[in-house]
């Protein structure tokens, strides 16, 4: 419906080609980002901007230092380049904070001592270059984690208590805030839970209750400032609703209100040491009984440290190639304390792919209270899936890279990394959804609906990445955020993971009032936009089956015939393929959510092949090609609607605004008028839309004087049919406050 890319750009697209060129973009940006950082200065917004850390040069930069006699690779040289971004953003825009963001890696893969160093070093780099230009603005920094993995807190024993120190949840944040901020004192700190995952980017998330428990915990550890971090926002509404007001109020709902989190002293052992976790929950794991141990693990580990008392132990180590599918490429070998108690292990070598391998050791002893698991990197990373350790009066399961399953506890903390509380992840969302649901859609469904999105919220329980919300997840991270999940169960069975759809649905005919009605449609949209996204998994897993049993039938009849099932299948992926997004059409009302068209059109359909993988096999079988069905219509097949993606409701006084509207229809408007009037004055004048191209309309506003004033926008139809936008207009329609 619309291009992507901010107007800086206009005329130097893809990118800009000329030093001139480069410099146009760059002054372009700057009065952007002053345009609106002064916007949100007058809303009481703070404002930051920052990098990473420590600084990257790019090469045309390098070139350019270089020529004027400085050395790329000199400290000095690093700290005049801050000098100039902070005197360049000084009198360009204005900000509260710069932000330096410590490597993404530290939370993966840690972090070795020169590259801790460099990042430190940097750091103070940057504070001598603020204070040289006179500390315009303050200094915060940022990342995965609140500090190096050898030390969480080094940053607070290193900087100006002046300087802010922040960090968003790990896990993508499916694990609570970090416990370290309660032993930071005397200084900012702000925690940043996350409102959505990028993994589910392309379906709704509802984590009210998490994010309670993140604002609570924060205001435990002591925590001055509260963020939250996400992509879209409409879709985003009860989970940006929750977590505002969790920053106002919480007496309600936190019964620990007012009380410090106090933590104990940190454990020498139940640690692990390095490592990442990767979890594959739709790989089906044989020779076990206990299949989720084997299907995350931690890889890349470096060792294992639990507590138990002196004695002789019996060691069960627990593995599953869940990822490799060929021999040789991960080989490692294990010790246990400090003896080596396995060599050169290769798991796919000894029993394949997604298939349980337990190793057992008798008589291991423990003489300091401490048993030590070493792993022994040999090719690309070691890994482990459970430990198993039985001995003087007690036994040990525990569940590596995982949740807490059956008698198998949660992964142990990292080393140097406070250990989280041992409490619900979750807190009570009810009386949230009570009050949000009434003003959304009205007291005639409120409390029906009410008591469904508290079902469908994040539920009770100890953190579990996998289970943490009783909404349906069938997208996650393949090759990028918000992939379709392929899903090898069949649809009679999984759509009943989704039949509160329907119950939904039934809820309509009893919402009153035109605006009530556009917010329960977005969301009843919404959850059938989610259910076609579930279906299509499974359809792509019936199709990926009937492949797998072509590719291995000998018999040519029996082979086409099941290409010929493979070919209705692909057919009907393609039908599915257009009734979500008719669905995720209808809910279209900002960037974010065309971002999300963008994300399936050229993330999971083009590059992962979603739909036509296996065309050029059924072609080849076939003996002909497929037919014109297979392929996805490019036709728009949902209702004609209005949207205004971007809706001001404040401007400066004199200020002229305008505004994009887009118009999905089967067949373009006769007309697209913007009416408009002076706030709650006179009668409505028209101002005709401009056609840019395809569907996509400008109007320019007049200028907000006095109070300010109202609009809508009205497409016309040849069958007379009028379409509004807002939905309540011309009753209720957009106001535009002007301010001094």
Known sequence: MDDYGPEVTEGCRPKPKSPAACNLVFNRAGKMLRDAFTHGRRLGITMCVGTETPLTIPKAVQEHVKAKGLDPANPETARLLYEGMFTRIARTFPIDYYW??????????????????????????????LDHVGAPFGFATCGWVLGPPSDRGLFDKTLPKSVALSCINREVGFTPVEPGFARIKNRPKW????????????????WVGRLRRDAADALGYGCTGLMGIHWRTKVLGPNVAALADAGWKQRTWNHDFGRPIVLPEPKRVDIHVGGSVANYSNNQIADTDEPKIYQSCRYNVQAYRLKVPNGSYQVTLQFSEIHYGEVGKRIFGVKLQDKRAIERLDVFAKVGKNRALDFTFDHVGVTDGVLNIEFVKQVEYPFIAGIIVTGPGATRKINCGGAKVKDYAAD???????????????MPSGDFYRDWCRAQFGPEVSPALANMFTQLDGGPGQYDKHRASHLPRPATWIGGPGGIAINNAPWGTEKAHYAFVDRFEA??????????????????NTFRYLRAIGHLGCLRGQLDQLVKQMDKQ???????????????????????????????????????????????????????????????????????????????????????????????????????????????????????????????????????????????????????????????????????????????????????????
């Open 191 to 206: 925690a940043i839970p996350w409102m959505e995952d990028d993994p589910a980017l392309t379906i709704p998330q509802l």
């Open 507 to 524: 809820a309509r005919s009893k919402v009153r009032g035109a605006g009530n009605l556009e917010r329960f449609d977005y969301w009843l």
């Open 554 to 740: 000998p018999d040519p009849a029996a082979k086409k015939e099941l290409a010929e099932k493979g070919l209705q299948v692909r057919v009907e992926l393609a039908r599915e393929w257009e009734r979500m997004l008719t669905w995720q059409i209808a809910v279209v009302s900002t960037p974010g959510e065309m971002g999300t068209i963008a994300n399936l059109e050229q993330h999971t359909r083009r590059q992962l092949h979603f739909i036509d993988a296996y065309d050029a096999k059924l072609v080849q079988v076939l003996g002909h090609g497929l037919p014109r069905d297979a392929a996805p219509r490019g036709t728009y097949l949902g209702d004609a609607r209005v949207i205004v993606p971007t809706k001001r409701s404040l401007v400066q006084e004199g200020e002229m605004l305008t505004i994009k509207v887009l118009v999905p229809a089967a067949a373009p408007p006769e007309s697209v008028q913007c009416k408009w009037r002076v706030l709650g004055v006179g009668e409505f004048k028209a101002l005709p839309c401009q056609h840019v191209q395809r569907a996509v309309y400008h109007a320019r506003l007049p200028a907000a004087r006095g109070t300010g004033l109202e609009y809508y926008v009205e497409a016309r139809f040849v069958d007379n049919h009028t379409v509004y936008w807002p939905a309540t207009a011309p009753v209720l329609n957009q106001t535009v406050v002007a301010v001094p």
């Open 412 to 426: 142990l903390p990292p080393a140097n990394m406070e250990p989280f509380p041992d409490k619900p992840r979750d």
């Open 100 to 129: 330096l963001w410590t490597p993404e890696s530290w939370t993966w893969s840690g972090a070795n001592t020169k590259q801790v160093d460099a990042t430190v070093d940097d750091i103070q780099i940057a504070l001598t270059a």
